[in-house]
């Protein structure tokens, strides 16, 4: 059968190996396990979150409100914004996808950091739009400008601070490039890990409400999937003008997020203290990370986030990320972002402490 020509370019994206297979594959039992391959919250969320989950499951037989009414009023409280500045996805990844088909078409153009979200230029890719890369692999806004110059961009993505590497641009040099874009590129700040960045430093804050107050082309991404430890729940949102918010609209599928995801999203909106409890412990934990890797002469990338890219100068990170695997811990090897290097969710203190007993035995 012959498909959309467009689809040849495009690879399916690879998620972190699930629990399920390592216990299948390697026959571990599913508590052993410690899995930091995709970025979620090790606390999960707090009692209340889960109990409204559970007590909404009744209800599971009835189409979710479309409107997200509750949800959008939230965000926008949240955010200092007016509920038609919100648009909501499954995932932030649904919301990429949402500005993509609205913005894209075969031959547009889609500007982007080396090595950064794969979800950008998959999308991007379905429509037929043409990648533009930097050189650098880490967020170079000089890089960007230059290109932009020369080429022009229908979309220019910024992840703010940036899955793989875990670096992040400061907000003032952000605040500098939007001045320079054309009102008809379409500049998407992608925020998931936000939370994370501006708690460890005020500089890299990203403040939607005065972006968006200031820049017609602008949106910027939320996720509920990371700091408010629901990515099982798939919520995510975009915040940009009412004008390409309701163009968004145009592209959502009805119901696109279920009566347990809004009730969840909700209620996590309702305890901020159990998501900055986590973001604390994060870095504390992180820190172990960076002595460990130090100890072992081993490079790491420092992190703005819930994650950290440590290079395994003198091994294939490959191997190592494979030894890891059987001994049940799922890590993300970069070999295919061409770095010699993993990818490391910072788990809790437990999971945190059988991650360095286990590369002390694969390491030798
Ligand atoms: C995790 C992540 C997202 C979105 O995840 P969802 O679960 O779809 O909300 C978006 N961008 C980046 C860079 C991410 O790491």
Known sequence: MIFNKSL????????????????????????????????????????????????????????????????????????????????????????????????????????????????????AKQVGATILKTPSDAHNLDEF?????????????????????GECLDAADVYAFLDEVDSNTLVILDGAYQEFASYKDGAKKITPNEVIAKHSNVIYLGTFSKAYGLGGMRVGYGISNSD???????????????????????????HEHFVNMGIEKNFEEMKRYEEYATSKGFRFIPSYTNFITIYMDGYTSKDVALELLKKGIIVRDMTGYGFNAIRITIGRNEQNTKVFQALDLILG
Not at 39 to 63: L, M, S
Not at 67 to 82: C, D, G, H, V
Request: charged fraction near 25%; aromatic fraction near 8%; hydrophobic fraction near 40%.
């Open 145 to 165: 400008r230059e290109i932009y110059k020369q080429e022009g961009a229908d979309v220019i993505f910024l992840c703010l601070p940036n899955n793989p590497l």
């Open 244 to 270: 390409i918010i309701s163009v968004l609209h145009k592209v959502r599928p009805p119901f696109n997020i279920t009566t347990l995801s809004l009730a969840g999203a909700i209620e996590a909106l309702k």
């Open 8 to 123: 040849d370019n495009v690879s399916i994206y690879e998620a972190g190996k699930p629990i399920e297979l390592v216990v299948r594959e390697y026959g571990i039992q599913p508590h052993e396990i410690v899995k930091l391959a995709s970025n979620e919250n090790p606390y999960g969320t707090c009692d209340a979150v889960a109990d409204v989950i559970a007590r909404k499951a009744v209800n599971a037989f009835v189409y979710p409100d479309d409107s997200m009414y509750e949800l959008k009023e939230a965000l926008a409280k949240k955010y200092a914004i007016e509920s038609n500045n919100v648009v909501i996805g499954a995932g932030s990844d649904q919301v990429i996808e949402f500005c993509i088909h609205a913005k894209c078409h075969e031959g547009s153009k889609v500007l982007m950091a080396k090595t950064t979200f794969a979800m950008y230029e998959i999308y």
